[in-house]
């Protein structure tokens, strides 16, 4: 049987950014990558990734007034197997998942940065239950910090 990875196991606490300015998806998703860049956690071949990927298979998840979006990329420019959390300094619309022709405001980034493509199938189930709820969302949304993140979602731990 396949071992499922509940995706709070890959989350940690340096991975958690807050503020990220930018007026598009794409400045919110380049200011993401820098900090990721600068924590280590990805190859600098992941910004131009991450945003081609976004253009090609939109991530904006419509949850509800507060929403999320899910940008991942190949496994070519991550360094570390863990699940990162950005929060932009206001929303910022994503093309849906569901409907690219449709636009998701979005005020919560999940970003799995992923050792193989298949971590993305036994992370989702997780990630997908835990983030069903708006109120979750939006409690992670005006934390105000990453250790206010942080302990949001560990309090949140026992619920997912």
Same mark, same amino acid.
Request: hydrophobic content about 45%; glycine content about 4%.
């Given at each position: 049987?396949?071992?499922?990875?509940?995706?709070?196991?890959?989350?940690?606490?340096?991975?958690?950014?807050?503020?990220?300015?930018?007026?598009?998806?794409?400045?919110?998703?380049?200011?993401?990558?820098?900090?990721?860049?600068? !924590?280590? $956690?990805?190859?600098?071949?992941?910004?131009d990734a991450v945003v081609e990927r976004e253009r090609e298979y939109?991530?904006?998840?419509?949850?509800?007034?507060?929403?999320?979006?899910?940008?991942?990329?190949?496994?070519?420019?991550?360094?570390?197997?863990?699940? $990162?959390?950005?929060?932009? !300094?206001?929303?910022?619309?994503?093309?849906?998942?569901?409907?690219?022709?449709?636009?998701?405001?979005?005020?919560?980034?999940?970003?799995?940065?992923?050792?193989?493509?298949?971590?993305?199938?036994q992370l989702l189930p997780s990630l997908m239950k835990y983030f *069903?709820?708006?109120?979750?969302?939006?409690?992670?949304? !005006?934390a105000g910090s990453a250790q206010a993140v942080f302990r949001k979602?560990?309090?949140? *731990?026992?619920? *997912?």
């Amino acid at each position: 049987m396949e071992k499922r990875i509940h995706f709070l196991q890959k989350i940690r606490k340096e991975l958690i950014f807050t503020g990220i300015k930018g007026e598009t998806w794409e400045e919110v998703l380049r200011g993401t990558a820098s900090r990721l860049l600068a !924590a280590g $956690a990805v190859k600098e071949s992941y910004a131009d990734a991450v945003v081609e990927r976004e253009r090609e298979y939109p991530t904006g998840l419509p949850i509800g007034r507060v929403n999320l979006a899910l940008p991942h990329t190949y496994p070519q420019h991550v360094r570390e197997h863990a699940v $990162a959390i950005a929060v932009p !300094a206001h929303p910022v619309l994503f093309q849906s998942m569901d409907d690219p022709d449709a636009m998701v405001e979005v005020s919560l980034l999940v970003c799995p940065l992923l050792d193989k493509m298949e971590e993305n199938i036994q992370l989702l189930p997780s990630l997908m239950k835990y983030f *069903a709820n708006e109120e979750i969302i939006a409690e992670l949304a !005006a934390a105000g910090s990453a250790q206010a993140v942080f302990r949001k979602l560990q309090q949140g *731990a026992a619920i *997912a």
